[in-house]
């Protein structure tokens, strides 16, 4: 099992930045998989980004490509996401997730493990 810890959730104007940290820990090594996921009132959770442990393997909804970037730093085990020219439309919790296979990574079902979420506020 792995504990997912999210933070760098904020309110933000937009056309403004913010970057979100998740800090693993357990048993990385058995989750090769990490994503965010996001969730706006009233809607259902919908995939955001994907990249892998070993690197090479990212993956964008096409609501962010161009805008946000995923990435990660193997030594301290955390994952990143950096979203520049955040629009109101992009309010939502945001969730780290990992994963022990790397199929079908845009599904919410292919992840076992879950952080709390950090809220993300854009403002017009």
């Known amino acids: 099992q792995v504990q997912l810890v999210e933070s760098g959730g904020g309110l933000v104007q937009a056309g403004g930045s913010l970057k979100l940290s998740c800090a693993a820990s357990?048993?990385?090594?058995?989750?090769?998989?990490m994503g965010w996921f996001r969730q706006a009132p009233g809607k259902e959770r919908e995939f955001v980004a994907h990249?892998?442990?070993?690197?090479?393997?990212?993956g964008y909804t096409d609501l962010v490509k161009g805008r946000f970037a995923i990435s990660r730093d193997n030594a301290k085990n955390t994952m990143y996401l950096q979203m520049n020219s955040l629009k109101p439309e992009d309010t939502a919790i945001y969730y780290c997730?990992?994963?022990?296979?790397?199929?079908?990574?845009?599904?919410?079902?292919?992840?076992?493990?879950w952080g709390q979420g950090t809220q993300v506020t854009v403002s017009s």
């Open positions: 997730a990992a994963g022990a296979t790397i199929r079908s990574p845009s599904s919410q079902y292919a992840y076992g493990d």
């Open positions: 357990g048993r990385t090594s058995s989750r090769p998989l």
């Open positions: 990249t892998t442990w070993s690197g090479g393997y990212t």
